[in-house]
Protein backbone atom coordinates (compact mmCIF):
# COMPACT_ATOMS: atom_id res chain seq x y z
CA UNK A 1 0.00 0.00 0.00
CA UNK A 2 1.17 3.40 -1.01
CA UNK A 3 2.86 5.95 1.78
CA UNK A 4 1.39 9.19 0.07
CA UNK A 5 4.18 11.99 0.16
CA UNK A 6 3.49 14.70 2.83
CA UNK A 7 5.50 17.57 0.53
CA UNK A 8 2.86 18.40 -2.57
CA UNK A 9 5.24 18.71 -5.45
CA UNK A 10 4.33 21.48 -8.51
CA UNK A 11 1.99 19.41 -11.14
CA UNK A 12 -0.30 16.73 -10.98
CA UNK A 13 1.96 14.66 -13.37
CA UNK A 14 4.84 14.71 -11.04
CA UNK A 15 2.54 13.75 -8.05
CA UNK A 16 1.08 10.53 -9.55
CA UNK A 17 5.01 9.39 -10.17
CA UNK A 18 6.01 10.04 -7.20
CA UNK A 19 2.47 8.01 -6.01
CA UNK A 20 3.97 5.21 -8.18
CA UNK A 21 7.80 5.34 -6.77
CA UNK A 22 7.24 5.64 -3.32
CA UNK A 23 8.47 2.57 -0.83
CA UNK A 24 5.67 1.23 1.30
CA UNK A 25 4.53 2.91 4.61
CA UNK A 26 6.17 2.76 7.82
CA UNK A 27 3.94 1.52 10.83
CA UNK A 28 2.38 4.76 12.33
CA UNK A 29 2.76 6.59 14.69
CA UNK A 30 2.11 5.18 18.37
CA UNK A 31 -0.83 7.18 20.10
CA UNK A 32 0.88 10.00 22.37
CA UNK A 33 -1.02 12.69 23.99
CA UNK A 34 2.10 14.64 24.44
CA UNK A 35 2.52 14.72 21.17
CA UNK A 36 3.88 18.45 19.68
CA UNK A 37 2.96 19.35 16.39
CA UNK A 38 5.92 21.29 13.93
CA UNK A 39 4.37 22.49 11.16
CA UNK A 40 6.51 22.64 7.87
CA UNK A 41 5.99 24.70 4.46
CA UNK A 42 4.63 22.26 1.83
CA UNK A 43 5.36 23.05 -1.53
CA UNK A 44 2.33 24.44 -3.32
CA UNK A 45 0.48 22.42 -5.81
CA UNK A 46 -1.02 23.73 -9.26
CA UNK A 47 -4.13 22.18 -10.10
CA UNK A 48 -6.14 24.11 -12.47
CA UNK A 49 -10.30 24.32 -12.13
CA UNK A 50 -12.58 22.40 -14.25
CA UNK A 51 -11.95 18.65 -14.16
CA UNK A 52 -8.91 17.59 -13.08
CA UNK A 53 -8.12 13.45 -12.90
CA UNK A 54 -7.24 12.68 -9.20
CA UNK A 55 -5.72 9.62 -8.21
CA UNK A 56 -7.54 8.22 -5.46
CA UNK A 57 -5.32 7.41 -2.18
CA UNK A 58 -4.70 4.29 -0.05
CA UNK A 59 -3.75 4.36 3.61
CA UNK A 60 -3.60 1.26 6.23
CA UNK A 61 -3.88 4.04 9.20
CA UNK A 62 -5.15 7.79 9.02
CA UNK A 63 -6.68 9.58 6.09
CA UNK A 64 -7.37 12.73 5.12
CA UNK A 65 -9.18 14.46 1.93
CA UNK A 66 -10.56 18.65 1.83
CA UNK A 67 -10.76 20.71 -1.09
CA UNK A 68 -7.32 22.30 -1.14
CA UNK A 69 -4.09 20.38 -1.31
CA UNK A 70 -2.48 23.07 1.73
CA UNK A 71 -5.77 21.97 4.09
CA UNK A 72 -5.07 18.51 3.55
CA UNK A 73 -1.12 18.76 3.93
CA UNK A 74 -2.10 20.33 7.38
CA UNK A 75 -4.51 17.73 8.27
CA UNK A 76 -2.11 15.04 7.57
CA UNK A 77 0.67 16.37 9.56
CA UNK A 78 -1.78 16.84 12.75
CA UNK A 79 -2.27 13.11 12.04
CA UNK A 80 1.28 12.36 11.66
CA UNK A 81 2.04 14.19 15.22
CA UNK A 82 -0.95 12.32 17.20
CA UNK A 83 -3.28 14.15 16.50
CA UNK A 84 -6.99 13.17 16.94
CA UNK A 85 -9.50 13.39 13.65
CA UNK A 86 -11.39 16.32 15.07
CA UNK A 87 -7.74 18.03 15.71
CA UNK A 88 -6.96 17.53 12.27
CA UNK A 89 -10.58 19.23 10.87
CA UNK A 90 -9.79 21.93 13.01
CA UNK A 91 -6.39 22.44 11.36
CA UNK A 92 -7.46 22.11 7.90
CA UNK A 93 -10.48 24.37 8.46
CA UNK A 94 -8.53 27.09 9.39
CA UNK A 95 -6.07 26.80 6.78
CA UNK A 96 -9.24 26.93 4.17
CA UNK A 97 -10.08 30.20 5.73
CA UNK A 98 -7.15 31.48 3.80
CA UNK A 99 -6.92 29.38 1.00
CA UNK A 100 -10.48 28.38 -0.09
CA UNK A 101 -11.88 32.04 1.22
CA UNK A 102 -14.79 31.39 -1.28
CA UNK A 103 -16.29 28.49 0.39
CA UNK A 104 -16.11 28.09 3.79
CA UNK A 105 -13.75 30.14 7.41
CA UNK A 106 -14.20 31.52 10.72
CA UNK A 107 -16.76 33.97 9.14
CA UNK A 108 -19.05 31.41 8.80
CA UNK A 109 -20.61 28.29 10.07
CA UNK A 110 -20.24 24.59 10.19
CA UNK A 111 -21.76 20.60 11.04
CA UNK A 112 -19.90 17.88 12.01
CA UNK A 113 -19.87 14.46 12.77
CA UNK A 114 -17.86 12.43 14.73
CA UNK A 115 -17.52 8.35 15.65
CA UNK A 116 -15.27 7.64 18.79
CA UNK A 117 -15.34 4.15 18.21
CA UNK A 118 -18.31 3.84 20.56
CA UNK A 119 -20.87 6.48 19.48
CA UNK A 120 -22.00 9.10 17.04
CA UNK A 121 -22.48 12.61 18.19
CA UNK A 122 -22.96 15.95 16.08
CA UNK A 123 -21.59 19.58 16.57
CA UNK A 124 -23.65 22.42 15.44
CA UNK A 125 -22.01 25.28 14.68
CA UNK A 126 -24.77 27.22 12.17
CA UNK A 127 -25.20 31.00 12.01
CA UNK A 128 -27.87 32.40 13.92
CA UNK A 129 -30.04 35.35 12.81
CA UNK A 130 -29.43 38.17 15.04
CA UNK A 131 -32.07 38.87 17.74
CA UNK A 132 -33.56 41.39 16.22
CA UNK A 133 -34.13 40.29 13.14
CA UNK A 134 -37.60 38.72 12.41
CA UNK A 135 -39.47 37.89 9.59
CA UNK A 136 -39.53 41.40 7.25
CA UNK A 137 -35.35 41.10 6.72
CA UNK A 138 -35.91 41.13 3.20
CA UNK A 139 -39.00 42.63 2.47
CA UNK A 140 -38.93 46.24 1.20
CA UNK A 141 -41.30 49.03 2.33
CA UNK A 142 -44.21 47.40 0.56
CA UNK A 143 -43.92 44.61 2.09
CA UNK A 144 -41.97 42.72 -1.15
CA UNK A 145 -39.07 41.06 -0.86
CA UNK A 146 -35.77 42.10 -2.04
CA UNK A 147 -34.29 40.80 -5.15
CA UNK A 148 -32.08 37.64 -3.99
CA UNK A 149 -28.46 39.14 -5.20
CA UNK A 150 -29.17 42.24 -3.31
CA UNK A 151 -30.22 40.37 -0.03
CA UNK A 152 -27.01 38.34 -0.28
CA UNK A 153 -24.56 41.13 -0.91
CA UNK A 154 -25.84 43.41 2.23
CA UNK A 155 -25.23 43.32 6.10
CA UNK A 156 -28.61 41.77 6.47
CA UNK A 157 -27.37 38.37 5.17
CA UNK A 158 -25.08 37.95 7.62
CA UNK A 159 -25.63 35.59 10.51
CA UNK A 160 -23.58 35.51 13.85
CA UNK A 161 -20.84 33.13 12.97
CA UNK A 162 -20.50 29.74 14.10
CA UNK A 163 -17.28 27.72 13.17
CA UNK A 164 -14.75 28.74 15.58
CA UNK A 165 -17.32 28.28 18.75
CA UNK A 166 -18.20 24.50 17.73
CA UNK A 167 -14.96 23.28 17.13
CA UNK A 168 -14.05 24.25 20.07
CA UNK A 169 -16.57 22.61 21.93
CA UNK A 170 -15.58 19.56 19.73
CA UNK A 171 -11.83 19.62 20.34
CA UNK A 172 -13.07 19.57 24.52
CA UNK A 173 -14.31 16.34 23.79
CA UNK A 174 -12.15 14.60 21.50
CA UNK A 175 -9.18 16.90 21.10
CA UNK A 176 -5.78 15.74 21.50
CA UNK A 177 -3.20 17.96 20.43
CA UNK A 178 -3.21 21.13 22.22
CA UNK A 179 -5.66 24.22 20.84
CA UNK A 180 -3.10 26.35 20.28
CA UNK A 181 -0.93 23.95 18.00
CA UNK A 182 -3.51 23.57 15.43
CA UNK A 183 -3.72 27.37 14.29
CA UNK A 184 -0.24 26.79 13.95
CA UNK A 185 -0.34 26.06 10.22
CA UNK A 186 -3.22 28.61 8.92
CA UNK A 187 -1.25 31.16 11.19
CA UNK A 188 2.38 30.31 9.37
CA UNK A 189 0.60 30.28 5.75
CA UNK A 190 -0.94 33.53 6.80
CA UNK A 191 2.55 35.03 7.39
CA UNK A 192 4.49 33.24 4.72
CA UNK A 193 2.01 33.15 2.00
CA UNK A 194 -0.01 31.07 -0.61
CA UNK A 195 0.00 31.36 -3.97
CA UNK A 196 -3.29 32.06 -5.63
CA UNK A 197 -4.77 29.08 -7.38
CA UNK A 198 -6.56 29.25 -10.94
CA UNK A 199 -9.52 28.26 -8.97
CA UNK A 200 -9.40 32.03 -6.63
CA UNK A 201 -8.38 33.66 -9.27
CA UNK A 202 -10.92 32.67 -11.47
CA UNK A 203 -13.60 33.10 -8.93
CA UNK A 204 -12.46 36.84 -7.88
CA UNK A 205 -12.08 37.37 -11.80
CA UNK A 206 -15.83 37.13 -12.48
CA UNK A 207 -16.92 38.86 -8.94
CA UNK A 208 -17.80 42.11 -8.94
CA UNK A 209 -19.37 42.96 -5.78
CA UNK A 210 -16.58 41.47 -3.78
CA UNK A 211 -14.20 44.80 -5.56
CA UNK A 212 -16.99 46.93 -3.70
CA UNK A 213 -15.56 46.08 -0.43
CA UNK A 214 -13.04 47.88 1.25
CA UNK A 215 -11.12 45.53 2.50
CA UNK A 216 -11.87 42.80 -0.01
CA UNK A 217 -11.15 44.67 -2.50
CA UNK A 218 -7.61 46.29 -1.66
CA UNK A 219 -7.09 43.09 -0.51
CA UNK A 220 -7.65 40.40 -3.65
CA UNK A 221 -7.34 42.94 -6.39
CA UNK A 222 -4.08 44.75 -7.79
CA UNK A 223 -4.85 48.84 -8.14
CA UNK A 224 -6.32 48.20 -11.87
CA UNK A 225 -9.48 46.24 -10.08
CA UNK A 226 -7.72 43.14 -11.77
CA UNK A 227 -7.38 40.24 -8.99
CA UNK A 228 -3.95 38.57 -8.37
CA UNK A 229 -2.60 36.55 -10.79
CA UNK A 230 -2.37 32.47 -10.74
CA UNK A 231 1.43 31.85 -8.67
CA UNK A 232 0.73 35.04 -7.01
CA UNK A 233 2.47 34.69 -3.55
CA UNK A 234 -0.60 35.82 -1.14
CA UNK A 235 0.12 37.04 2.50
CA UNK A 236 -2.88 37.30 4.76
CA UNK A 237 -1.12 39.28 7.61
CA UNK A 238 -5.00 40.05 9.51
CA UNK A 239 -5.73 37.05 9.32
CA UNK A 240 -2.60 35.30 10.84
CA UNK A 241 -3.23 38.09 13.58
CA UNK A 242 -6.94 36.95 14.13
CA UNK A 243 -6.39 33.61 14.37
CA UNK A 244 -3.42 34.19 16.64
CA UNK A 245 -5.19 35.37 19.36
CA UNK A 246 -7.72 32.83 18.97
CA UNK A 247 -5.23 30.10 19.58
CA UNK A 248 -3.78 31.99 22.53
CA UNK A 249 -6.67 33.20 23.92
CA UNK A 250 -9.99 30.52 22.87
CA UNK A 251 -13.00 31.48 21.42
CA UNK A 252 -13.42 34.45 23.51
CA UNK A 253 -10.76 36.54 21.54
CA UNK A 254 -13.24 36.45 18.28
CA UNK A 255 -16.81 36.16 19.95
CA UNK A 256 -15.57 39.07 22.35
CA UNK A 257 -13.48 42.52 22.24
CA UNK A 258 -11.64 43.75 19.13
CA UNK A 259 -12.68 40.88 16.44
CA UNK A 260 -16.66 40.72 17.30
CA UNK A 261 -16.47 44.67 17.50
CA UNK A 262 -15.26 44.76 13.66
CA UNK A 263 -17.25 42.19 12.21
CA UNK A 264 -20.52 44.19 13.78
CA UNK A 265 -19.22 47.29 12.47
CA UNK A 266 -18.03 45.82 8.99
CA UNK A 267 -22.51 44.58 9.00
CA UNK A 268 -23.92 47.58 10.49
CA UNK A 269 -22.11 49.97 8.36
CA UNK A 270 -22.92 48.16 4.90
CA UNK A 271 -23.06 51.46 2.68
CA UNK A 272 -26.36 50.15 1.01
CA UNK A 273 -28.22 47.61 2.97
CA UNK A 274 -26.90 47.40 7.10
CA UNK A 275 -27.39 44.19 8.78
CA UNK A 276 -28.80 43.91 12.52
CA UNK A 277 -26.04 41.85 13.74
CA UNK A 278 -25.05 42.91 17.47
CA UNK A 279 -21.65 42.34 19.76
CA UNK A 280 -24.38 40.40 22.03
CA UNK A 281 -25.47 38.24 19.64
CA UNK A 282 -21.53 36.76 19.10
CA UNK A 283 -21.39 36.60 23.14
CA UNK A 284 -24.79 34.77 23.12
CA UNK A 285 -23.24 32.30 20.64
CA UNK A 286 -20.38 31.48 22.57
CA UNK A 287 -23.00 30.03 25.55
CA UNK A 288 -24.56 28.14 23.42
CA UNK A 289 -24.25 23.86 23.47
CA UNK A 290 -23.43 22.72 19.63
CA UNK A 291 -23.97 19.09 20.71
CA UNK A 292 -26.78 17.59 19.33
CA UNK A 293 -27.85 14.70 19.07
CA UNK A 294 -27.33 13.00 15.51
CA UNK A 295 -30.20 11.70 13.24
CA UNK A 296 -29.47 8.00 12.23
CA UNK A 297 -31.78 5.61 9.39
CA UNK A 298 -31.44 2.60 8.20
CA UNK A 299 -31.08 1.68 4.63
CA UNK A 300 -30.22 -1.87 2.75
CA UNK A 301 -27.96 -3.07 5.10
CA UNK A 302 -26.29 -0.06 6.22
CA UNK A 303 -26.87 2.72 8.98
CA UNK A 304 -26.46 6.43 8.23
CA UNK A 305 -26.14 8.79 10.42
CA UNK A 306 -26.53 12.87 9.41
CA UNK A 307 -27.61 15.92 11.15
CA UNK A 308 -31.08 16.73 11.93
CA UNK A 309 -32.77 20.03 11.51
CA UNK A 310 -32.20 22.70 10.88
CA UNK A 311 -30.24 20.34 8.18
CA UNK A 312 -32.69 19.07 5.49
CA UNK A 313 -29.45 17.13 3.97
CA UNK A 314 -30.04 13.96 5.79
CA UNK A 315 -33.53 13.67 5.69
CA UNK A 316 -33.38 13.98 2.10
CA UNK A 317 -31.20 11.76 1.28
CA UNK A 318 -32.02 8.97 3.48
CA UNK A 319 -35.70 9.90 1.72
CA UNK A 320 -34.22 9.56 -1.66
CA UNK A 321 -32.84 6.28 -0.80
CA UNK A 322 -35.43 4.82 1.05
CA UNK A 323 -38.00 5.68 -1.51
CA UNK A 324 -35.52 4.03 -3.95
CA UNK A 325 -35.22 1.06 -2.13
CA UNK A 326 -39.15 0.35 -2.17
CA UNK A 327 -39.55 0.72 -6.06
CA UNK A 328 -39.10 -2.14 -8.48
CA UNK A 329 -35.84 -1.30 -10.07
CA UNK A 330 -34.57 1.17 -7.66
CA UNK A 331 -31.64 -0.83 -7.16
CA UNK A 332 -30.52 -1.39 -10.54
CA UNK A 333 -26.92 -1.31 -11.25
CA UNK A 334 -24.55 0.96 -13.19
CA UNK A 335 -25.51 -0.10 -17.15
CA UNK A 336 -22.79 -1.10 -19.21
CA UNK A 337 -21.12 2.20 -20.16
CA UNK A 338 -20.96 2.89 -16.30
CA UNK A 339 -23.81 5.48 -16.03
CA UNK A 340 -26.61 4.87 -14.07
CA UNK A 341 -29.77 3.24 -16.24
CA UNK A 342 -32.11 5.97 -18.00
CA UNK A 343 -34.60 4.23 -16.46
CA UNK A 344 -32.81 4.43 -13.19
CA UNK A 345 -32.64 7.92 -13.30
CA UNK A 346 -36.50 8.68 -13.74
CA UNK A 347 -36.97 6.45 -10.80
CA UNK A 348 -34.29 8.85 -8.62
CA UNK A 349 -35.63 12.04 -9.93
CA UNK A 350 -39.21 11.29 -8.44
CA UNK A 351 -38.00 10.06 -5.15
CA UNK A 352 -36.19 13.42 -5.25
CA UNK A 353 -39.18 15.35 -6.07
CA UNK A 354 -41.28 13.58 -3.35
CA UNK A 355 -38.14 14.15 -1.02
CA UNK A 356 -37.77 17.76 -1.81
CA UNK A 357 -41.87 18.36 -1.43
CA UNK A 358 -41.68 17.67 2.28
CA UNK A 359 -37.82 19.58 2.75
CA UNK A 360 -40.22 22.81 1.57
CA UNK A 361 -43.01 21.89 4.05
CA UNK A 362 -41.62 20.76 6.94
CA UNK A 363 -37.88 21.18 7.80
CA UNK A 364 -36.43 24.05 9.62
CA UNK A 365 -34.38 24.88 13.23
CA UNK A 366 -35.94 22.54 15.51
CA UNK A 367 -35.90 24.93 18.07
CA UNK A 368 -38.78 26.73 16.53
CA UNK A 369 -40.58 24.34 14.57
CA UNK A 370 -42.24 21.33 15.85
CA UNK A 371 -41.41 17.99 13.28
CA UNK A 372 -44.48 16.14 12.25
CA UNK A 373 -45.54 13.82 15.08
CA UNK A 374 -42.72 15.72 17.26
CA UNK A 375 -40.32 13.08 15.72
CA UNK A 376 -37.95 14.14 12.58
CA UNK A 377 -38.02 9.74 11.99
CA UNK A 378 -41.38 10.03 10.72
CA UNK A 379 -40.43 11.40 7.55
CA UNK A 380 -38.13 8.28 7.40
CA UNK A 381 -40.54 5.68 8.57
CA UNK A 382 -40.15 2.68 5.88
CA UNK A 383 -44.25 2.58 5.47
CA UNK A 384 -44.43 5.96 5.20
CA UNK A 385 -41.54 5.89 2.27
CA UNK A 386 -43.33 3.32 0.70
CA UNK A 387 -46.32 4.96 0.35
CA UNK A 388 -44.72 7.70 -1.52
CA UNK A 389 -42.61 5.23 -3.91
CA UNK A 390 -46.01 4.51 -4.72
CA UNK A 391 -46.79 7.58 -6.46
CA UNK A 392 -44.04 7.21 -8.76
CA UNK A 393 -45.61 6.08 -12.28
CA UNK A 394 -44.14 5.70 -15.61
CA UNK A 395 -43.88 9.29 -16.32
CA UNK A 396 -42.55 11.94 -14.43
CA UNK A 397 -45.30 14.05 -12.09
CA UNK A 398 -43.62 17.41 -12.62
CA UNK A 399 -44.07 18.77 -9.03
CA UNK A 400 -44.98 16.79 -6.05
CA UNK A 401 -46.86 17.34 -2.89
CA UNK A 402 -45.83 16.93 0.36
CA UNK A 403 -47.19 14.20 2.29
CA UNK A 404 -48.40 13.20 5.67
CA UNK A 405 -46.36 11.54 7.26
CA UNK A 406 -47.49 12.33 10.83
CA UNK A 407 -49.56 15.26 12.38
CA UNK A 408 -48.67 18.31 12.77
CA UNK A 409 -49.60 20.97 15.35
CA UNK A 410 -49.39 23.92 12.54
CA UNK A 411 -50.05 23.99 8.91
CA UNK A 412 -47.14 25.25 6.74
CA UNK A 413 -46.72 26.67 3.32
CA UNK A 414 -44.48 25.63 0.63
CA UNK A 415 -41.03 27.05 0.42
CA UNK A 416 -40.55 29.32 -2.74
CA UNK A 417 -37.53 28.03 -4.78
CA UNK A 418 -34.53 30.10 -3.83
CA UNK A 419 -30.61 30.09 -4.60
CA UNK A 420 -28.11 27.87 -2.63
CA UNK A 421 -24.25 27.82 -3.07
CA UNK A 422 -20.70 28.36 -1.76
CA UNK A 423 -19.64 25.55 0.94
CA UNK A 424 -16.90 23.18 1.52
CA UNK A 425 -16.69 19.56 2.96
CA UNK A 426 -13.93 17.37 4.90
CA UNK A 427 -13.18 13.51 5.83
CA UNK A 428 -11.05 12.27 8.59
CA UNK A 429 -9.84 9.38 10.09
CA UNK A 430 -7.32 8.67 12.46
CA UNK A 431 -5.30 6.15 13.99
CA UNK A 432 -7.22 5.79 17.48
CA UNK A 433 -10.47 4.78 15.20
CA UNK A 434 -12.11 8.30 15.37
CA UNK A 435 -13.78 9.66 11.90
CA UNK A 436 -15.01 12.88 11.50
CA UNK A 437 -17.63 14.23 8.46
CA UNK A 438 -17.67 17.75 8.53
CA UNK A 439 -19.22 20.49 5.77
CA UNK A 440 -18.96 23.87 6.29
CA UNK A 441 -19.62 27.39 4.47
CA UNK A 442 -19.95 31.22 4.32
CA UNK A 443 -22.99 29.91 1.69
CA UNK A 444 -22.62 31.96 -1.38
CA UNK A 445 -19.39 32.19 -3.02
CA UNK A 446 -16.98 34.88 -1.10
CA UNK A 447 -20.09 35.09 1.53
CA UNK A 448 -21.73 38.25 1.53
CA UNK A 449 -18.75 40.13 0.28
CA UNK A 450 -17.50 41.92 3.51
CA UNK A 451 -14.46 41.36 4.89
CA UNK A 452 -13.24 41.84 8.22
CA UNK A 453 -9.97 42.42 9.28
CA UNK A 454 -10.77 41.88 13.56
CA UNK A 455 -9.81 45.36 13.80
CA UNK A 456 -6.06 44.63 13.04
CA UNK A 457 -5.99 47.28 10.60
CA UNK A 458 -3.60 45.09 9.19
CA UNK A 459 -4.30 43.75 5.10
CA UNK A 460 -6.87 40.70 4.70
CA UNK A 461 -9.06 39.40 7.33
CA UNK A 462 -12.11 36.71 7.01
CA UNK A 463 -14.84 36.89 4.78
CA UNK A 464 -18.48 37.06 6.33
CA UNK A 465 -20.91 35.05 5.81
CA UNK A 466 -24.40 35.36 3.74
CA UNK A 467 -26.01 32.56 5.73
CA UNK A 468 -29.57 34.67 5.99
CA UNK A 469 -30.47 33.96 2.60
CA UNK A 470 -30.90 30.56 3.43
CA UNK A 471 -34.06 31.17 5.43
CA UNK A 472 -36.97 32.53 2.97
CA UNK A 473 -37.24 35.90 2.14
CA UNK A 474 -41.04 35.65 2.36
CA UNK A 475 -42.61 34.47 5.62
CA UNK A 476 -46.03 33.20 3.88
CA UNK A 477 -46.76 31.74 0.62
CA UNK A 478 -49.30 32.52 -1.79
CA UNK A 479 -51.92 30.59 0.67
CA UNK A 480 -51.11 32.55 3.75
CA UNK A 481 -49.97 29.93 5.13
CA UNK A 482 -46.78 30.65 7.18
CA UNK A 483 -43.10 29.21 6.11
CA UNK A 484 -41.06 26.87 8.10
CA UNK A 485 -37.88 28.22 7.73
CA UNK A 486 -39.27 31.97 7.88
CA UNK A 487 -36.98 34.37 9.42
CA UNK A 488 -37.31 34.60 13.20
CA UNK A 489 -34.41 35.63 15.92
CA UNK A 490 -31.91 33.90 17.22
CA UNK A 491 -32.96 30.92 14.68
CA UNK A 492 -30.53 28.86 12.36
CA UNK A 493 -31.62 28.96 8.87
CA UNK A 494 -32.35 24.92 6.92
CA UNK A 495 -29.21 24.10 5.36
CA UNK A 496 -28.80 20.88 2.76
CA UNK A 497 -25.38 20.10 4.21
CA UNK A 498 -25.44 16.57 4.54
CA UNK A 499 -21.92 15.37 6.79
CA UNK A 500 -22.63 11.51 6.69
CA UNK A 501 -21.36 8.71 8.65
CA UNK A 502 -22.12 5.42 7.27
CA UNK A 503 -21.77 1.82 9.60
CA UNK A 504 -22.46 -1.61 8.81
CA UNK A 505 -26.33 -2.10 10.36
CA UNK A 506 -25.12 -5.64 11.78
CA UNK A 507 -21.94 -5.13 13.12
CA UNK A 508 -21.80 -1.43 14.19
CA UNK A 509 -18.02 -1.29 12.28
CA UNK A 510 -17.60 2.47 10.62
CA UNK A 511 -17.79 2.01 6.96
CA UNK A 512 -17.37 5.31 5.59
CA UNK A 513 -17.51 9.47 5.65
CA UNK A 514 -18.83 11.29 2.87
CA UNK A 515 -20.14 14.49 2.35
CA UNK A 516 -20.25 17.82 -0.04
CA UNK A 517 -20.65 21.59 -1.10
CA UNK A 518 -23.13 22.73 -3.57
CA UNK A 519 -25.84 24.58 -2.24
CA UNK A 520 -29.16 22.67 -2.97
CA UNK A 521 -27.49 20.17 -4.88
CA UNK A 522 -25.32 18.48 -1.77
CA UNK A 523 -28.33 16.18 -1.28
CA UNK A 524 -27.36 14.77 -4.81
CA UNK A 525 -23.98 15.05 -4.37
CA UNK A 526 -24.05 13.13 -1.25
CA UNK A 527 -26.63 10.68 -2.29
CA UNK A 528 -24.52 9.88 -5.35
CA UNK A 529 -21.50 9.00 -3.42
CA UNK A 530 -23.15 6.84 -1.20
CA UNK A 531 -24.33 5.14 -4.05
CA UNK A 532 -21.32 4.82 -5.92
CA UNK A 533 -19.17 3.39 -3.38
CA UNK A 534 -22.18 0.97 -1.27
CA UNK A 535 -25.09 -0.32 -3.86
CA UNK A 536 -22.11 0.09 -7.07
CA UNK A 537 -18.91 -0.76 -5.46
CA UNK A 538 -16.85 1.70 -6.47
CA UNK A 539 -14.19 3.15 -4.68
CA UNK A 540 -14.76 6.80 -3.13
CA UNK A 541 -12.79 8.27 -6.18
CA UNK A 542 -14.54 6.45 -8.69
CA UNK A 543 -18.09 7.39 -7.06
CA UNK A 544 -16.89 10.91 -7.19
CA UNK A 545 -16.18 10.98 -10.69
CA UNK A 546 -19.44 9.50 -11.01
CA UNK A 547 -21.43 12.28 -13.51
CA UNK A 548 -23.69 14.65 -11.58
CA UNK A 549 -27.49 14.51 -11.39
CA UNK A 550 -30.07 16.49 -9.93
CA UNK A 551 -33.94 16.65 -9.43
CA UNK A 552 -35.85 19.27 -7.12
CA UNK A 553 -39.01 19.70 -6.57
CA UNK A 554 -39.79 21.40 -10.04
CA UNK A 555 -40.25 19.43 -14.04
CA UNK A 556 -36.67 20.12 -14.85
CA UNK A 557 -34.32 17.06 -14.33
CA UNK A 558 -30.78 18.01 -14.54
CA UNK A 559 -27.95 16.11 -16.11
CA UNK A 560 -23.93 17.40 -15.60
CA UNK A 561 -23.32 19.30 -18.80
CA UNK A 562 -21.29 16.74 -22.03
CA UNK A 563 -21.77 13.95 -19.70
CA UNK A 564 -24.35 12.04 -20.66
CA UNK A 565 -25.21 10.73 -24.30
CA UNK A 566 -28.03 12.50 -26.28
CA UNK A 567 -29.68 8.93 -26.25
CA UNK A 568 -30.10 9.32 -21.79
CA UNK A 569 -31.83 12.48 -22.21
CA UNK A 570 -34.32 11.48 -25.06
CA UNK A 571 -35.35 8.42 -22.98
CA UNK A 572 -35.69 10.52 -19.73
CA UNK A 573 -37.99 13.22 -22.47
CA UNK A 574 -40.21 10.46 -23.39
CA UNK A 575 -40.48 10.02 -19.77
CA UNK A 576 -42.05 13.48 -19.69
CA UNK A 577 -38.91 15.11 -17.64
CA UNK A 578 -37.84 18.39 -18.84
CA UNK A 579 -34.09 17.95 -19.08
CA UNK A 580 -31.43 20.25 -18.41
CA UNK A 581 -27.95 20.25 -18.97
CA UNK A 582 -25.79 22.64 -16.65
CA UNK A 583 -22.45 22.32 -14.98
CA UNK A 584 -22.71 20.67 -11.22
CA UNK A 585 -19.76 21.77 -9.58
CA UNK A 586 -19.32 19.66 -6.36
CA UNK A 587 -17.08 18.61 -3.91
CA UNK A 588 -16.94 15.34 -2.79
CA UNK A 589 -14.59 14.10 -0.35
CA UNK A 590 -15.13 10.80 0.69
CA UNK A 591 -13.06 7.87 2.60
CA UNK A 592 -14.41 3.99 2.28
CA UNK A 593 -13.21 1.39 4.83
CA UNK A 594 -11.28 -2.04 2.66
CA UNK A 595 -10.25 -4.89 4.39
CA UNK A 596 -6.54 -3.37 4.68
CA UNK A 597 -7.26 0.16 5.57
CA UNK A 598 -8.64 3.24 3.82
CA UNK A 599 -9.59 4.73 0.95
CA UNK A 600 -10.28 7.73 -0.14
CA UNK A 601 -11.75 10.00 -3.12
CA UNK A 602 -11.36 13.92 -4.02
CA UNK A 603 -13.53 15.81 -6.83
CA UNK A 604 -12.26 16.32 -9.92
CA UNK A 605 -14.37 19.44 -10.12
CA UNK A 606 -12.44 21.10 -7.20
CA UNK A 607 -8.76 20.86 -5.92
CA UNK A 608 -9.08 18.65 -3.56
CA UNK A 609 -6.42 16.22 -2.25
CA UNK A 610 -6.12 13.12 -0.24
CA UNK A 611 -2.98 12.47 2.60
CA UNK A 612 -2.75 9.18 4.39
CA UNK A 613 -0.68 6.35 5.49
Not at 335 to 343: E, F, I, Q, R, S
Not at 373 to 397: H, K, N, Q, V
Not at 485 to 500: D, F, H, L, Q, W
Not at 575 to 586: F, I, Y
Request: hydrophobic share 40%.
Amino acid sequence: MSDVPRTLPASLLTILAILVACEPADAPPSPATDAVLTYELPVAPEIGTGYTEKPGWEAESHMATAAHPLAVDAGFQVLEAGGSAVDAAIAMQMVLTLVEPQSSGIGGGAFLMHFDGEAVTAFDGRETAPAEADESLFLDADGEPIPFGDAVRSGLSVGTPGTIAMLRQAHARHGRLAWDELFRPAITLSEEGFEVSPRLNALLEGDEALRRDALAGAFYYDEAGDPWPVGHRLRNPALAEVLARVANEGPDAFYHGEVAEDIVYRVRSHPERPGLLSVEDLAEYLQQDTEVDPLCSDWAEWRLCGFPPPSSGHLAVAQILGILAAVPGGDAPLADDGLPDPDWMHLYSEASRLAYADRERFVADARFVDAPGDDWSTLLDPDYLAARAELIGERSMGEAEAGDPAPVEVAFGRHPVQTESGTSHLSVVDLYGNAVSMTMTIESGFGARIMSDGGTELAGGFLLNNELTDFSRVPVDAMGLPIANRVEGGKRPRSSMAPTLVFDRESGEFVAATGSPGGAAIIHYTAKSLLGMLSWGLSPQEAANLPNFAAYNSPATVLERDRFPATFREVLEARGHDVAEQALTSGIHAILRVPDGWQAGADPRREGWGMGR
